[in-house]
T-cell receptor, first 111, second 114 residues
Framework: DAKTTQPPSMDCAEGRAANLPCNHS???????VYWYRQIHSQGPQYIIH???NNETNEMASLIITEDRKSSTLILPHATLRDTAVYYC????????????FGTGTRLKVLA | DTGVSQDPRHKITKRGQNVTFRCDPI?????LYWYRQTLGQGPEFLTY????????KSRLLSDRFSAERPKGSFSTLEIQRTEQGDSAMYLC????????????FGPGTRLLVL
């Protein structure tokens, strides 16, 4: 099963863009990349997902490299409420399609 | 609120006791997952249901753990003879079968075994 690698922590100034990288070099050709975030003591919250093309929704943008080996989650104007652990996830490629979580990136947005 | 709900939100128990957690998925979702999360780690898969059928169990799920999803609706996760190592957040997620399915998580049940 594919795995993801993320930096353990990042800081971002409030109002600036937060760019969170993820490496998923072993992802299979037809698997999506999912991003979630988890605020302390809560369940993971869905943010966005993508396959090949860049995606944007009301929460964030997702940029996926052409070779699909990495992606970047962009929070365009980070606020203090965006402080959380961000997970880049791929699914298992067979059976249950369970999510395979890494340890995530702890993003701290600074006032 | 039409999201995934879990009950209880917190549970403190003594070692050796049995505990049971409940998950109510989003109503039309046919897939239900249980994950466990320990401090500082990402969630780890425990087990999965498609409708009422339990289709996969992780090696993390020892024989003290059992999960059910009668009638393909809510699910329960029971831990018998709890151990201190069972202390964790237990998360439930549900999804609808499709190629780009998205799992929606509940708030979790935090278990502390004394």
């Amino acid at each position: 099963d594919a795995k993801t690698t993320q930096p353990p922590s990042m800081d971002c100034a409030e109002g600036r863009a937060a760019n969170l990288p993820c490496n998923h070099s072993t992802i299979s050709g037809n698997e999506y990349v999912y991003w979630y975030r988890q605020i302390h003591s809560q369940g993971p919250q869905y943010i966005i997902h993508g396959l090949k093309n860049n995606e944007t929704n009301e929460m964030a943008s997702l940029i996926i490299t052409e070779d699909r080996k990495s992606s970047t989650l962009i929070l365009p104007h980070a606020t203090l409420r965006d402080t959380a652990v961000y997970y880049c996830i791929v699914r298992a490629t067979s059976g249950t399609y369970k999510y395979i979580f890494g340890t995530g990136t702890r993003l701290k947005v600074l006032a | 609120d039409t999201g995934v709900s879990q009950d209880p939100r917190h549970k403190i128990t003594k070692r050796g006791q049995n505990v049971t957690f409940r998950c109510d998925p989003i109503s039309e979702h046919n897939r239900l997952y249980w994950y466990r999360q320990t401090l500082g780690q990402g969630p780890e898969f425990l087990t999965y249901f498609q409708n009422e059928a339990q289709l996969e169990k992780s090696r993390l799920l020892s024989d003290r753990f059992s999960a059910e999803r009668p009638k393909g609706s809510f699910s329960t996760l029971e831990i018998q003879r709890t151990e201190q190592g069972d202390s964790a957040m237990y998360l439930c997620a549900s999804s609808l079968t499709r190629r780009q399915e998205t799992q929606y998580f509940g708030p979790g049940t935090r278990l502390l075994v004394l």
